[in-house]
């Protein structure tokens, strides 16, 4: 989905095109830590790729077939995609000198310039040291870290026993350990292994698509738009959230808010208690009217009842 995604979308990134030249510090990091992202050996990112797609292949677990397949693929789409990015940002046609870089703003007017004199230069220029020292920092143990702590870390007692893996429970690690001759080792044998290939694939493809062929990508997004769509709208899983099961618990609050807790709690049980009590102080208010007379004939008038029913209950 990314993969099909992304090809929608190359003009958002072909806008930076061309920028090898203009940001070599930047070019050579991203090129590094595409390198070390797509596994390839040596690099850190080929010890940890390749250790996890081996333990997938060695694991007996119900899942373990499919899950090779998964992490196999991806070595694949991830080589793709990022090397896709790396070639329309570097090695892509320039398209910024139309306006203005991002993050430049056109001073023309505040210094009294017109676009034919010595207007502000629109040309992309390397980050600030603020930007470059960490990708230089970073960019180092992307290709070294691997190779240096992978026997250890792995291998060796780099965690102390502060994470052991039950060789009983989880066997593949116990395969692994058993292959395991070095880091040279494993990874002049990953020269040769499918994911390798798979990966320089993946890097092939996207320089054709996209440094060659680019009109191969075009077709595609016309072909595949309503995967696209499918997958721009994140499999419109966010609209059926929001006017399904939000605006169902919205329906149902207010429908609680209006019967329950307006309708019976409010008007019969609060209000209508009150009411209620109310209207039995009306009624005994009919009889309480302070009068004597009034309290005497209602006396005689019981009285008289009494005596009927006892005359025609009891002959």
Known sequence: GSVIMGMHHDQ???NMGGLRKHMP???ITSLIGSLALIGTPFFAGFYSKDSIIEAA???HLPAASFAVFAVTAGVFITAFYSFRMYFLVFHGKENFHHKPFPGEHDHHDDHGHDDHGHGHDHTPHESPWVVTAPLLLLAIPSVVIGFLAIEPMLFGDFFKGAIVVDAAKHPAMAELAHHFHGATAMA???FST?????????????YVFYMVAP???AMFARVLRPLIVIGENKYFLD???EHILAAGARLLGRGLWKVGDVGIIDGLLVNGSAKLVGLIGSLTRLFQTGYLYHYALVMILGVFALMTWFVFMHP
């Open 12 to 14: 958002d990134i072909r």
């Open 25 to 27: 510090i930047t070019w």
């Open 57 to 59: 292949h060695a694991s």
């Open 188 to 190: 002049l044998h990953g």
């Open 194 to 206: 499918l994911p390798f290939w798979l990966a320089l694939g993946g890097v092939v493809t996207a």
């Open 215 to 217: 009109q191969i990508p």
């Open 239 to 241: 609209w059926f959230n």
